[in-house]
């Protein structure tokens, strides 16, 4: 069914029209329903689609005071504070990277954060609903679960109407938004780069189930058929089940993977279970763990921890990775104005910090990764800023608290650092009294001896004799873990292939040695201190997936898969035979090079950058050669060029680079240059056949004449692939090398390198083509 296109602007204003009645609204609202459309919230904003960068910290909105306050979750601290008398008790404040916005029952409240002045309200596509707010990749998120509704706030804010009952929502770390259709079984996903949701899955209707995000993948866990779904743009991939444990279709799922395992919450039977999805082929055993007796209503991960609240009577407790109690907490609460008493709540920041308010929001507990937990008052002119606006209370008014367990009572789990063992005390000896005068024992007439003292008496030890205290035991080795899972996976296309971008993974105790990926049709393995990795060679028209996982000495980290990217159409090859084509002006060079095939596009230009193949466009040709000024003598600089073509549907496609490290010279001369390009076609074994095989011809002039130098090609997956071929210029130092090094590397960086004794050259860098 194809979703029939609203206006955006006129839409806008229906929904942010204060007075409307609510019957034109409901109108409106229900055409939506139907159709699962989306449409954009305001005319403001630019489409950014580059960058996030996670928003650290929590707000929280104080009703007795009517003001909301900036909680910093890594020092426990109120950084910030503003009024906002018009919001809720209850009320919960999410933010982007540039508002925050506070959502109450029948109202949305926004503010600036960098001048903290609020702007004028948002109405809210339903009423007399508590929203379900969330946070990740700069963007944050209200979801009406029983209106079915959503509202994404942001650079590209957007309204969403998917139709409810909703279950409990997620978004993954890349901020892609994923809610379940109870009704339907739909599962719909609405990525951060989209306007529209869509629903590629469908969990089989009358199943039970929740959804938890593992880095930036979304999963279903059906708790009917005790099954999990793996999620994505296309559909949904079966996984493992859920083991040999006792589930009920009412548990509750965690939104958030602890350690690369699913956390379920039995709380019928008031057991945690922590069930490994990371290994679908040989999953470790769940781990099974009691839990003190309570009716816990939410819960959430940090990481490597896990929070759980019995929203009713106040109670928390926090777990370990391990499903060990880390410790617990009461979050009292008390009526606003006569009214009942609102419920404590939890939330997961887009720092995975989890934070833990009481009703009113003049308490919060922060919940970091590994469980432990810090108090902090919030706007009560203590640690938690000033009410600058409410009269001081009397002393004997009963103020909410947060009760941290007596610590006799706090059970610590076990961490991947072992505590230190601390060696039994050893009591000094006691001070000897001073001796009563008696007569030596060798002396006649001695009464006593020192093996018979007198009754009564205190034995003076020996004064030469001295207690040492015994050797304390070393503390046993800490055992390393396995990684965690890689943060932020995201893929895009660039130079006909896609570069993968992620986060450094938990390292767990043990030092990450390398972050392995894998696609349909390939794989690579990077170094532990790499974020990046670029897949040439991708087929066209054609969807990837990449799936990356870290590795350290205790075994391979949870898997995390990408985005999924497509390269429409053929880009244009690298540039051939990139060369300096003139030199000897100062701060100035003239590149060179031969027009390489265009793809499925049209010519456009040529453009050069400095630095990088990412750099912004420093020159740009629409023949074969430029000159770049500015430059400093004898500093050498990497040079960039590509080809920009226009294909039929008018998109511009960015071709591949070709690239040359070169510098300017204040005095003419023969410019000494070492080029590399595809020769002609060959077959050589059974490894380098046609059409993808064929010669890297090396073209060398004003070397040095009559002097031997060595040639090695390279690919940046193969590295130095041959041992080399090693030849004698000419008398003018010229030499061709048409036939010595067959090479089938397809979508790879392809170079050689000459030395000689003035040192080594290394010529343009290209991608391989097959010749098709």
Same mark, same amino acid.
């Given at each position: 069914?194809?979703?029939?296109?609203?206006?955006?602007?006129?839409?806008?204003?229906?929904?942010?029209r204060?007075?409307?009645?609510?019957?034109?609204?409901?109108?409106?609202?229900?055409?939506?329903?139907?159709?699962?459309?989306?449409?954009?919230?305001?005319?403001a904003?630019?489409p950014?689609?580059?960058?996030k960068?996670?928003?650290?910290?929590?707000?929280?909105?104080?009703s007795v005071?009517?003001r909301?306050?900036?909680?910093?979750g890594?020092?426990g601290?109120?950084d910030?504070?503003t009024?906002v008398?018009?919001a809720?008790?209850?009320?919960?404040?999410?933010?982007?990277d540039?508002?925050?916005?506070?959502?109450s029952?029948?109202?949305?409240?926004?503010?600036?954060k960098?001048?903290l002045?609020?702007?004028?309200?948002?109405?809210?596509?339903?009423?007399?609903?508590?929203?379900v707010?969330l946070?990740?990749?700069?963007?944050?998120?209200a979801?009406?679960?029983?209106?079915?509704?959503?509202?994404?706030?942001?650079?590209?804010e957007?309204?969403?109407?998917?139709?409810?009952?909703?279950?409990?929502?997620?978004?993954?770390?890349?901020?892609?938004?994923?809610?379940?259709r109870?009704?339907e079984?739909d599962l719909c996903?609405?990525?951060?780069?989209a306007?529209?949701?869509?629903?590629?899955?469908?969990?089989?209707?009358?199943?039970?189930?929740?959804?938890?995000?593992?880095?930036a993948?979304?999963?279903?866990?059906?708790?009917?058929?005790?099954?999990?779904?793996?999620?994505?743009?296309?559909?949904?991939?079966?996984?493992?089940?859920?083991?040999d444990?006792?589930?009920?279709?009412?548990?509750?799922?965690a939104?958030n993977?602890?350690?690369g395992?699913?956390?379920? /919450?039995?709380r019928?039977?008031?057991k945690?279970?922590?069930?490994?999805?990371?290994?679908?082929?040989?999953p470790?055993?769940?781990?099974s763990?009691?839990?003190?007796?309570?009716n816990?209503?939410?819960?959430?991960?940090?990481?490597?921890?896990?929070?759980?609240?019995?929203?009713?009577?106040?109670?928390?407790?926090t777990?370990?990775?391990?499903?060990?109690?880390?410790?617990?907490?009461?979050?009292?609460?008390r009526?606003?104005g006569?009214?009942e008493k609102p419920?404590?709540?939890?939330y997961?920041?887009?720092d995975?910090?989890?934070?833990?308010?009481?009703?009113?929001?003049?308490?919060?507990v922060?919940?970091?990764r590994?469980?432990?937990?810090?108090?902090?008052?919030?706007?009560?002119?203590?640690?938690?800023?000033?009410?600058?606006?409410?009269?001081?209370?009397?002393?004997?008014?009963?103020?909410?608290?947060?009760?941290?367990?007596a610590?006799?009572k706090t059970?610590?789990?076990?961490?991947?650092?072992?505590?230190?063992?601390?060696?039994?005390?050893?009591?000094?000896?006691?001070?000897?009294?001073?001796?009563?005068?008696?007569?030596?024992?060798?002396r006649?007439?001695n009464?006593?001896?020192?093996?018979?003292?007198?009754?009564?008496?205190?034995k003076?030890?020996?004064p030469?004799?001295k207690?040492?205290?015994?050797?304390?035991?070393?503390?046993?080795?800490?055992?390393?873990?396995?990684?965690?899972?890689p943060?932020?996976?995201?893929a895009?296309?660039?130079?006909?292939g896609a570069?993968?971008?992620w986060?450094?993974a938990?390292a767990?105790g043990?030092?990450?040695?390398?972050?392995?990926?894998s696609?349909?049709?390939g794989s690579t393995?990077?170094?532990?201190?790499?974020?990046?990795?670029l897949?040439?060679?991708?087929?066209?028209?054609?969807?990837?997936?990449?799936?990356?996982?870290?590795?350290?000495?205790?075994?391979?980290?949870?898997?995390?898969?990408?985005?999924r990217?497509?390269l429409?159409?053929?880009?244009?090859?690298s540039?051939?035979?990139l060369l /300096?084509?003139?030199?000897g002006?100062s701060?100035?060079?003239?590149l060179?090079?031969?027009?390489?095939?265009?793809?499925?596009?049209?010519f456009l230009?040529?453009?050069?950058?400095?630095?990088s193949?990412?750099?912004?466009?420093?020159?740009?040709?629409?023949?074969?050669?430029?000159t770049?000024?500015?430059?400093?003598?004898?500093?050498?600089s990497?040079?960039?060029?590509?080809?920009?073509?226009?294909a039929?549907?008018?998109?511009e496609?960015v071709?591949?680079?070709?690239?040359?490290?070169?510098t300017?010279?204040?005095?003419?001369?023969?410019?000494?240059?070492?080029?590399?390009?595809?020769g002609?076609?060959?077959?050589?074994g059974?490894?380098c056949?046609?059409?993808?095989c064929?010669?890297?011809?090396?073209?060398?002039?004003?070397?040095?004449?009559?002097?031997?130098?060595?040639?090695?090609?390279?690919?940046?997956e193969?590295?130095?692939?041959?041992?080399?071929y090693?030849?004698?210029t000419?008398?003018q130092?010229q030499?061709l090398?048409?036939?010595?090094?067959?090479?089938?590397?397809?979508?790879?960086?392809?170079?050689?390198?000459?030395q000689?004794?003035?040192?080594?050259?290394?010529?343009?860098?290209?991608?391989w083509?097959?010749?098709?």
């Amino acid at each position: 069914m194809r979703p029939i296109p609203f206006r955006p602007r006129r839409l806008t204003e229906l929904l942010r029209r204060r007075g409307r009645s609510e019957a034109t609204l409901a109108a409106v609202v229900a055409g939506c329903v139907a159709l699962m459309s989306v449409v954009v919230l305001t005319g403001a904003g630019s489409p950014d689609n580059g960058v996030k960068f996670t928003q650290s910290g929590h707000w929280v909105y104080n009703s007795v005071v009517g003001r909301i306050f900036h909680l910093d979750g890594a020092t426990g601290k109120v950084d910030a504070d503003t009024e906002v008398k018009t919001a809720s008790p209850g009320a919960q404040v999410v933010q982007t990277d540039k508002q925050g916005y506070v959502l109450s029952r029948s109202r949305i409240d926004q503010f600036g954060k960098s001048d903290l002045t609020v702007l004028d309200p948002v109405q809210p596509p339903a009423t007399n609903e508590q929203p379900v707010g969330l946070e990740a990749a700069g963007a944050a998120f209200a979801v009406y679960q029983q209106a079915g509704r959503v509202v994404r706030f942001g650079d590209k804010e957007t309204i969403a109407f998917p139709g409810g009952p909703l279950g409990d929502p997620i978004v993954t770390s890349d901020g892609t938004l994923w809610v379940h259709r109870v009704g339907e079984g739909d599962l719909c996903r609405l990525p951060m780069t989209a306007d529209r949701m869509s629903c590629p899955a469908t969990a089989p209707k009358g199943h039970k189930g929740a959804l938890t995000a593992v880095g930036a993948n979304a999963v279903f866990v059906d708790l009917t058929a005790r099954q999990v779904y793996t999620l994505n743009a296309g559909g949904m991939d079966t996984g493992p089940d859920l083991g040999d444990i006792d589930v009920p279709d009412d548990a509750l799922v965690a939104g958030n993977d602890v350690d690369g395992r699913l956390a379920i /919450v039995d709380r019928t039977h008031n057991k945690l279970h922590l069930v490994d999805i990371s290994h679908p082929d040989k999953p470790e055993a769940p781990i099974s763990t009691p839990l003190p007796k309570g009716n816990y209503d939410k819960v959430a991960s940090s990481g490597d921890g896990l929070a759980l609240l019995d929203r009713k009577n106040s109670n928390l407790i926090t777990l370990g990775r391990d499903g060990k109690k880390v410790d617990e907490a009461k979050l009292p609460s008390r009526p606003v104005g006569g009214r009942e008493k609102p419920e404590a709540n939890l939330y997961r920041g887009d720092d995975s910090r989890v934070y833990v308010e009481n009703g009113i929001g003049d308490r919060a507990v922060v919940v970091d990764r590994d469980g432990e937990t810090e108090s902090v008052d919030i706007g009560t002119g203590e640690d938690g800023g000033k009410p600058t606006t409410t009269p001081k209370k009397p002393e004997n008014t009963a103020r909410p608290t947060i009760t941290p367990p007596a610590k006799p009572k706090t059970t610590v789990p076990p961490r991947t650092t072992p505590p230190r063992t601390t060696p039994p005390r050893t009591k000094p000896p006691r001070k000897p009294e001073t001796p009563r005068k008696t007569t030596p024992p060798n002396r006649p007439g001695n009464e006593h001896t020192p093996d018979k003292p007198d009754p009564g008496k205190t034995k003076t030890p020996p004064p030469t004799r001295k207690t040492t205290p015994p050797t304390p035991p070393k503390p046993p080795a800490a055992k390393p873990g396995r990684p965690g899972a890689p943060l932020n996976v995201a893929a895009r296309i660039i130079d006909g292939g896609a570069v993968v971008t992620w986060g450094a993974a938990a390292a767990h105790g043990a030092t990450i040695t390398s972050y392995k990926l894998s696609w349909t049709g390939g794989s690579t393995t990077v170094s532990g201190a790499t974020r990046s990795a670029l897949i040439p060679g991708l087929k066209t028209k054609t969807a990837y997936y990449f799936t990356i996982y870290a590795v350290n000495s205790a075994g391979n980290g949870p898997a995390v898969k990408s985005n999924r990217v497509e390269l429409k159409w053929n880009s244009a090859e690298s540039p051939r035979e990139l060369l /300096v084509k003139d030199d000897g002006i100062s701060g100035r060079l003239t590149l060179g090079w031969m027009q390489p095939t265009m793809g499925d596009g049209t010519f456009l230009r040529y453009e050069v950058s400095i630095g990088s193949s990412t750099a912004p466009v420093r020159v740009r040709s629409t023949t074969t050669s430029a000159t770049i000024s500015g430059l400093t003598d004898g500093k050498y600089s990497t040079f960039f060029v590509r080809a920009i073509t226009k294909a039929s549907d008018g998109q511009e496609v960015v071709g591949k680079y070709t690239s040359l490290s070169a510098t300017s010279v204040s005095k003419e001369q023969p410019t000494k240059r070492v080029v590399a390009s595809r020769g002609d076609g060959t077959t050589y074994g059974d490894n380098c056949q046609h059409p993808e095989c064929a010669y890297i011809q090396v073209r060398i002039e004003n070397l040095t004449p009559n002097t031997t130098y060595s040639i090695k090609p390279y690919t940046s997956e193969w590295g130095n692939f041959n041992p080399g071929y090693s030849t004698k210029t000419d008398a003018q130092g010229q030499l061709l090398v048409p036939d010595q090094f067959p090479c089938s590397a397809v979508g790879q960086l392809t170079w050689v390198t000459v030395q000689g004794p003035e040192g080594t050259y290394t010529s343009n860098k290209f991608f391989w083509k097959s010749d098709t």
